[in-house]
């Protein structure tokens, strides 16, 4: 145990704040104040009470506050690491929202007959954001759709609002609120679970398109950030793309209809290609959000088009126009943010860059998962540096955030001395200075920007906790086993039997932690193999040849698919969103209910289901389909007047090549109802359906309730704002951890669908269920809501694992565990070299390398496979080297370089 431990574990919180003034700074006085601080002062100075008086510009952080925000048209390029997962989230919901409401609209847009009552009524806006925040706990604080000045053809008033006239604006927005205050929650304990819904155009001050209301300049048209879709003054047809879609009927159970029943457009959201400037979504700067949530937030926001003005004679006029935007929130605090320096042109520059507190031997890198906190960071030894004996991986931020001025100086590591030539494919380079500066600044550079992008600490946040954990328990084993003795004695001892300690297994660990796992335990060849073959086999299964092959071979084992609930995570997100929807919807919507003026909402229809499937599909590039799957007579159609027997809307993005044009495939959509599909794969025979109702048909215990307390406006112009006429409504839903994951199947298509719309690809369907009330008013599982995703997008991790875990890669990463630990990389891909073997405590990486200071998997796998097939390799020199501290070595001397040199080339000619 080291110094610099012992004495932190005396130390308190990170921060002080002194007096009420508020000014934030470190504890010791060698952390100067920076921009973290600056910022901390300000979210200090506004509260709910104070907010109402202050500026707009004292309730806002700089715009460069929240750095690598999602855009669109890179997102299918780029890796997806979890510390962006809740941008992703919000960013998609937005999108998502902004595809439903255009679709919509202009589905029905016709007849003010058949068309206008069919669209969604008041409580499907109020219930569809309610679902959106519900669903999304922790990624995601609020959600809405605010209606431009006269844009919204309100259908829920038909006493006194005529078809063809508006409401001045309309703004149901839904935010999480804490309700431990609450009479009817006696344990008083906040439980995530109440959502309110405001309309925010309605109440005294409402009009928040006006240029005076604080949400006008933060919210719905701040320039500078892009934000402007309201009100329209876009002339040009290319920031509003038009999409084709064509729908399917079923003629009856079992048989598709073969010509699409609809095949139209709409215009949505843009869908920029790489080098188009509009985004659909873009990005708030965070600001206060004073009179709702009371914190600070940040806002995606995005487009709603209408093909306005509708039922109107002047048809000249008609064209397609920005009437809302959706709006997602989630908790600044939330949002992880890069604490490391970046270089002024870097893209990842922001406002915090820098505020990291690595010492100069060392390179930082970010955490995910600690959102607006200090220490979400860690510093590795630069490559040619090792970490000192008493450090066991790298050192934490949150540590050094800890660290006296004196202790401040055990963060940096030793320079290791007689490194050994580079590696590279044919084993070690020759020795010429001159080559290698020459390659340094072009390759090497290029290399090392690639490789920081690519292993930096992605996956290692659960690997530092468990880290932290055995430190704490060895730090109470000492304790306990000395008495409180520590000194000079203790630190010599642990000097000496570092070696020993370094690769031994601490009994109280077990196999607990990665950086202390026993020898030889964890790698094991039968599973690599086994892995190596899982893969090829999965190579080997085309759209072509699938049809020859049996439902057990187009299936891989459930391990397979391990980790796809992280990976996927977004993806279930939107599924489990539409289950909360249709539970709301359907638990609370009479339609024979008025309440003076108005409707609350009619039942769903068909093109409002199609609808919601299309924008699951359309705003989330790794979805491949989606689809809401009614159980049997459990879908009542309000246009026949009856339940069907099943109904299956499910949307595909166009899957064949017949649309030569590559952007316009992009824009083209197809959905079918489900119920059509044939027999032997009908719906209501898949695992994700029959499970799923297996489970909840017949019990439905476990289900979260969640409360929403709706606001409504007192009359048609917004004047004043009221409780619904019912407050609260409840409604009772699946939880994230209640979906269904498939197996890694193959879906195979390819003959039995005319149409070829279909997957044919390795995917993983995630269902959840959905409920409604039966006619005794018992809650009643009414189907599943379910999202198909790439098996390709999912990350394997080969580390070795905890023994209930079911992953089938486990253990199968080939890296020299006596010397060095494994560790998972996230790289959006389902193949074998997602890690990388990293030195141990008290190992040292030998090599003279600018730009690694690990082994990466490809290398390590490529080279162990090489080994097994008795080719030329270098596997046995991966490994890492024990560490020699400088002092303990004689001084330079050419000897001993040979020597080291001469033995690693003899393992290399052995073999
Ligand atoms: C509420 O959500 C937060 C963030 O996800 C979580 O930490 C907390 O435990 C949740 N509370 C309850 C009662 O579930
Ligand atoms: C609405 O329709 C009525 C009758 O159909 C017509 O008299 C009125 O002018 C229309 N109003 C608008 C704003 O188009
Ligand atoms: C809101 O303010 C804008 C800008 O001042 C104005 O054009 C619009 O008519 C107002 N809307 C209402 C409903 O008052
Ligand atoms: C498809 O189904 C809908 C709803 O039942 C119906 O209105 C429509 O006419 C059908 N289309 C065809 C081509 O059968
Ligand atoms: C309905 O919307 C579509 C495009 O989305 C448009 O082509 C059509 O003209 C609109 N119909 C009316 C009556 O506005
Ligand atoms: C998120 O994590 C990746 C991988 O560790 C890192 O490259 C990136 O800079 C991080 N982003 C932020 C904002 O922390
Ligand atoms: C709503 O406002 C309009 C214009 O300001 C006015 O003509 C109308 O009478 C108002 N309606 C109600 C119900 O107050
Ligand atoms: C590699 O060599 C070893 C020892 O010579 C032998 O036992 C083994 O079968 C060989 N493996 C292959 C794949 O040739």
Request: hydrophobic share 35%; with cysteine.
């Amino acid at each position: 145990m080291g110094l610099a431990r012992v004495a932190i574990v005396t130390l308190g919180a990170i921060f002080v704040l002194f007096g009420t003034g508020g000014i934030a700074i470190g504890p010791y006085r060698w952390m100067t104040r920076d921009n973290f601080d600056a910022v901390m002062e300000k979210m200090d100075t506004v509260n709910e009470f104070n907010c109402k008086e202050m500026s707009s510009e004292s309730l806002r952080l700089p715009a460069n506050s929240v750095g690598q925000r999602p855009k669109f048209n890179v997102l299918p390029q780029i890796v997806i690491f979890p510390n962006r997962t809740n941008l992703i989230h919000m960013h998609n919901m937005a999108l998502n929202r902004a595809y439903f409401y255009s679709y919509i609209l202009q589905r029905l847009n016709e007849s003010q007959v058949t068309d206008f009552p069919m669209l969604p009524g008041m409580l499907y806006y109020y219930m569809g954001a309610s679902a959106d925040v519900s669903s999304g706990v922790g990624l995601m604080n609020g959600s809405g759709v605010l209606f431009d000045t006269h844009t919204q053809y309100a259908n829920w008033y038909p006493t006194i609002l005529l078809f063809n006239n508006t409401l001045p604006l309309f703004g149901p927005k839904a935010f999480l609120v804490d309700d431990f205050q609450d009479p009817v929650n006696w344990l008083r304990e906040p439980t995530n679970n109440t959502i309110r819904v405001d309309d925010l155009g309605s109440g005294p001050g409402h009009n928040y398109t006006a240029s005076w209301h604080p949400l006008n300049s933060m919210v719905v048209r701040d320039v500078p950030n892009q934000i402007d879709f309201i009100p329209d003054l876009r002339t040009d047809y290319r920031a509003k793309h038009q999409y084709d879609y064509l729908i399917y009927n079923a003629t009856r159970v079992g048989e598709m209809e073969r010509m699409p029943n609809i095949k139209r457009q709409f215009f949505g959201p843009p869908s920029p290609g790489i080098s188009e400037p509009y985004q659909p979504v873009y990005f708030t700067r965070p600001y206060f959000d004073c009179g709702r949530s009371n914190k600070w937030i940040v806002s995606a926001v995005a487009p709603v088009i209408d093909f306005m003005v509708r039922y109107s004679i002047e048809t000249k006029l008609r064209r397609p126009q920005y009437v809302a935007i959706t709006v997602t929130d989630l908790d600044f605090l939330r949002i992880d943010f890069d604490p490391c320096d970046r270089s002024v042109d870097s893209p990842d520059r922001t406002y915090f860059s820098g505020v990291a507190r690595c010492r100069s031997t060392t390179l930082c890198e970010p955490l995910p998962g600690h959102g607006y906190q200090r220490g979400g960071y860690v510093c590795h030894c630069r490559p040619g540096y090792r970490y000192p004996y008493w450090q066991n991986g790298p050192f934490l931020g949150r540590d050094i955030e800890q660290a006296s001025e004196a202790e401040a100086d055990q963060f940096e590591c030793i320079p290791v001395e007689w490194k050994l030539q580079r590696l590279t494919e044919r084993g070690i380079t020759p020795n010429s200075k001159r080559r290698r500066r020459r390659k340094r600044s072009l390759d090497e550079t290029k290399e090392l920007v690639h490789l920081m992008h690519l292993y930096n600490a992605s996956a290692m946040a659960e690997l530092r906790s468990k880290v932290a954990e055995h430190d704490r328990r060895d730090r109470e084993l000492k304790r306990a086993q000395k008495a409180g003795s520590y000194g000079l004695g203790s630190l010599v001892k642990g000097l000496l039997s570092r070696a020993a300690r370094s690769i031994s297994t601490p009994a109280d660990m077990g196999g607990q932690n990665v950086h202390y796992l026993g020898r030889l335990a964890t790698f094991d060849a039968d599973r690599f193999k086994a892995a190596t073959q899982l893969i090829s086999f999965t190579a080997s299964v085309t759209p072509e040849n699938c049809a020859a092959k049996t439902p057990q071979q187009l299936e891989l084992p459930g391990e397979a698919g391990y980790g796809a609930d992280t990976s996927f995570q977004v993806q279930a997100r939107s599924a489990l969103r539409l289950a909360h929807f249709l539970s709301a919807f359907s638990q609370n919507v009479n339609p024979d209910e008025v309440y003076g003026p108005f409707y609350s909402d009619k039942h769903l229809n068909r093109d409002q289901l199609f609808g919601e499937a299309f924008a699951n599909v359309m705003s989330d590039g790794w979805i491949r389909s989606a689809g809401i799957y009614y159980d049997r007579e459990a879908f009542w159609d309000p246009l026949l007047k009856r339940r069907i027997e099943y109904f299956g809307p499910t949307a595909f993005k166009l899957a064949s090549d017949d649309t030569g044009d590559q952007k316009q495939r992009q824009l083209s959509f197809v959905a079918e109802d489900a119920a059509g599909w044939p027999l032997e794969r009908a719906y209501f025979e898949r695992d994700w359906f029959r499970i799923l109702k297996q489970r909840w048909a017949s019990n439905t215990y476990g289900l979260e309730t969640f409360v929403n307390k709706p606001y409504v406006r007192t009359d048609l112009n917004g004047t004043g704002s009221k409780p619904f006429q019912r407050y609260p409504l409840y409604y009772r839903a699946p939880r994230f951890a209640d979906m269904y994951w498939s197996k890694p199947y193959f879906d195979c298509n390819r003959n039995r669908d005319p149409n070829s719309r279909h997957v044919n690809d390795w995917v993983i369907t995630v269902a959840a269920p959905f409920f409604g009330y039966s006619e005794q008013r018992s809650l009643q599982f009414l189907g599943v809501t379910a999202v198909t995703v790439r098996l390709d997008k999912l990350d394997i991790n080969q580390c070795p694992g905890n023994f209930y875990e079911a992953n089938y890669f486990k253990n199968s990463a080939p890296c020299h565990f006596e010397s060095s630990y494994c560790v998972p990389v996230i790289q959006n891909k389902f193949q074998l070299e997602n890690y990388k073997c990293e030195c141990r405590q008290g190992f040292e990486y030998p090599y003279n390398d600018i730009s690694i200071w690990f082994f990466a998997g490809g290398t390590v796998s490529s080279q162990y496979e090489r080994a097994q097939r008795n080719e030329t390799n270098y596997y046995r020199m991966l490994k890492c080297r024990e560490g020699a501290g400088s002092s303990l070595l004689p001084s330079r001397g050419s000897i001993l370089v040979a020597m080291l040199v001469g033995v690693l080339v003899a393992n290399l000619s052995r073999d």
